[in-house]
């Protein structure tokens, strides 16, 4: 079978496209930008790749076109083409579904924050035991230098996500997954373009929730009061609630500590990824693991060996005694948590926060109001104000001279290295490539 995927370069397509390739289907698509380094793995894979969305794509002889939720009504002449003919289409997350997670014991990773990280540490600990599980993962964890994986294990690895499906199938994305094991890691406000509120969010968990079987398991955070509303309005599958009291528990600090549950010692991690919400993540991963048959100790000692995910306060270099690091974190909370866990490993020395506000969430302005609260660990902040529907400078002004916004990336490039001196910590924070500002940093410093 030949299917056409469109939107294939965006991580998800892109791990769909090497899913159903690994499958024995032959696997075509098309994006607007077809760049490295997806279009590297996906052409690596024998996967022909096509710029743009011309109607003509529609003549490729497809069985089933792949719809990605970049593709909206009236901006890609392909899709009105496809409609126009009346060709077979499918969303991704239900392609998925269809093709690879209905023989599966599914293991889903919702939430706000943590889903690449913990999906990439419970993949990992169900491979350090030998289950061989396949995955879908929305980064690139380095224990595995891949995101998305099929075996003939029964265990799937997948990050859920609670944007919508598709412009045609509003749903997000997890409802059609149906886990046996499902993860509720915590629930903010975010995805401001598509959701209106808090409320409508938390709809969305709970149709989650109505999917996992009664023989299945929710692990659930019990510091989210988010979390327990969700759950209050209906459950029928036993929940594990970690991180509160008589539950899932870590005791001692971030990089040693004690995994405890129902006041029992069960196994002890020793590691170097930093910050409390990391605490929250292996606790998370160990209670899945533990539902698909892993010993706490066993999942501890896989935890020990894990590597993180790329752009997860990765380090891209240092120069001058200056440290330049990569972070995915744009929601308010995560930036919070970035900078906290990296003021706890650094001590006094300087941070110097580089901030793109580059989501949707952040462009239309829903959580500008937080951001400076969000960076008070940081020594000095920089935010690349360009392209945002809001004023930057007078939502950073109350930070006086602690923050500076450009709207320029190079005279942003200047202001940072200017600033910077031995024995600096400059903390990039993007969820997008940031105009390769990393290594222009590096390269500044450098001269």
């Given at each position: 079978?030949h299917?056409h995927i469109?939107?294939?370069?965006?991580t998800?397509?892109?791990?769909i496209?090497?899913?159903?390739k690994?499958?024995?289907?032959?696997?075509?698509?098309?994006?607007?930008?077809?760049?490295p380094p997806m279009?590297d793995?996906?052409?690596?894979?024998?996967?022909?790749?096509?710029?743009g969305?011309?109607?003509?794509?529609?003549?490729?002889?497809?069985?089933?076109f792949?719809i990605?939720?970049?593709v909206s009504?009236?901006k890609?002449?392909?899709?009105e083409?496809?409609?126009?003919?009346?060709?077979p289409?499918?969303?991704?997350?239900?392609?998925?579904?269809?093709?690879?997670?209905?023989?599966?014991?599914?293991?889903?990773?919702?939430?706000?924050?943590g889903?690449?990280?913990?999906?990439s540490?419970?993949?990992?600990?169900l491979?350090?035991?030998?289950?061989?599980?396949?995955?879908?993962?929305?980064g690139i964890p380095?224990?595995?230098?891949?995101?998305?994986?099929?075996?003939?294990?029964?265990?799937?690895?997948?990050?859920?996500?609670?944007?919508?499906?598709?412009?045609?199938?509003?749903?997000?994305?997890?409802?059609?997954?149906?886990?046996?094991?499902?993860?509720?890691?915590?629930?903010?406000?975010?995805?401001?373009?598509?959701?209106?509120?808090?409320?409508?969010?938390?709809t969305?968990?709970?149709h989650?929730?109505r999917?996992?079987?009664?023989?299945?398991?929710?692990?659930a955070?019990?510091?989210?009061?988010?979390?327990?509303?969700?759950?209050?309005?209906?459950?029928?599958?036993p929940?594990?609630?970690f991180?509160?009291?008589?539950?899932?528990?870590?005791?001692?600090?971030?990089?040693?500590?004690?995994?405890?549950?129902?006041?029992k010692?069960l196994?002890?991690?020793?590691?170097?990824?930093?910050g409390?919400?990391?605490?929250?993540?292996?606790?998370a991963?160990?209670?899945?693991?533990?539902?698909?048959?892993?010993?706490?100790?066993?999942?501890c000692?896989?935890?020990s060996?894990?590597?993180?995910?790329?752009?997860?306060?990765?380090?891209?270099?240092m120069?001058?005694?200056?440290?330049?690091?990569d972070?995915?974190?744009?929601?308010?909370?995560?930036?919070?948590?970035?900078?906290?866990?990296?003021?706890?490993?650094?001590?006094?020395?300087?941070?110097?926060?580089?901030?793109?506000?580059?989501?949707n969430?952040?462009?239309?302005?829903?959580?500008?109001?937080?951001?400076?609260?969000?960076?008070?660990?940081?020594?000095?902040?920089?935010?690349?104000g360009?392209n945002?529907g809001?004023?930057?400078n007078?939502?950073?002004?109350?930070m006086?001279?602690?923050a500076?916004?450009?709207?320029?990336?190079?005279?942003l490039v200047?202001?940072?290295?200017?600033?910077?001196?031995?024995?600096d910590?400059?903390?990039?924070?993007?969820?997008?490539?940031f105009?390769?500002?990393?290594?222009?940093?590096?390269?500044r410093?450098?001269?």
């Amino acid at each position: 079978m030949h299917i056409h995927i469109l939107g294939i370069c965006g991580t998800f397509m892109g791990g769909i496209a090497a899913i159903a390739k690994q499958a024995g289907y032959k696997v075509t698509g098309c994006d607007a930008q077809v760049y490295p380094p997806m279009s590297d793995q996906l052409r690596a894979l024998g996967i022909d790749l096509i710029e743009g969305f011309d109607k003509d794509q529609a003549k490729i002889g497809a069985d089933v076109f792949v719809i990605g939720n970049v593709v909206s009504r009236g901006k890609q002449p392909l899709m009105e083409e496809i409609l126009n003919r009346g060709l077979p289409y499918i969303s991704g997350p239900q392609w998925l579904d269809e093709n690879v997670l209905k023989a599966k014991w599914t293991l889903a990773v919702a939430g706000t924050h943590g889903k690449t990280t913990t999906s990439s540490m419970l993949a990992w600990i169900l491979e350090d035991a030998g289950l061989n599980p396949g995955f879908l993962i929305g980064g690139i964890p380095q224990n595995f230098g891949i995101s998305a994986r099929l075996t003939d294990s029964p265990f799937f690895v997948i990050e859920a996500d609670e944007y919508d499906t598709a412009f045609f199938d509003k749903r997000s994305k997890f409802v059609h997954y149906r886990p046996r094991t499902a993860l509720l890691n915590n629930l903010e406000f975010d995805h401001a373009d598509i959701f209106p509120d808090l409320a409508a969010i938390e709809t969305q968990f709970h149709h989650l929730v109505r999917t996992v079987p009664g023989e299945g398991l929710i692990v659930a955070n019990g510091r989210e009061d988010s979390l327990k509303r969700v759950i209050e309005r209906g459950c029928w599958t036993p929940v594990e609630w970690f991180g509160a009291a008589d539950s899932w528990a870590a005791e001692g600090n971030e990089s040693s500590f004690d995994i405890v549950f129902q006041n029992k010692t069960l196994g002890h991690v020793e590691w170097s990824l930093m910050g409390e919400h990391n605490r929250m993540n292996a606790l998370a991963a160990i209670a899945c693991a533990r539902h698909a048959g892993i010993s706490t100790q066993l999942a501890c000692e896989a935890l020990s060996r894990f590597q993180n995910v790329k752009r997860r306060m990765e380090i891209r270099g240092m120069v001058n005694g200056i440290t330049v690091y990569d972070d995915f974190a744009h929601h308010p909370t995560a930036i919070e948590t970035t900078v906290e866990g990296l003021r706890n490993k650094v001590g006094t020395a300087r941070i110097l926060a580089v901030l793109e506000p580059r989501s949707n969430t952040m462009k239309l302005g829903a959580m500008k109001a937080q951001l400076p609260a969000s960076l008070k660990q940081a020594d000095k902040t920089f935010c690349y104000g360009a392209n945002l529907g809001w004023d930057a400078n007078e939502v950073f002004s109350a930070m006086n001279d602690k923050a500076e916004v450009q709207t320029d990336l190079d005279a942003l490039v200047s202001a940072i290295t200017h600033e910077a001196r031995p024995g600096d910590h400059i903390l990039v924070m993007s969820n997008g490539s940031f105009g390769g500002i990393h290594q222009k940093i590096l390269d500044r410093l450098a001269q």
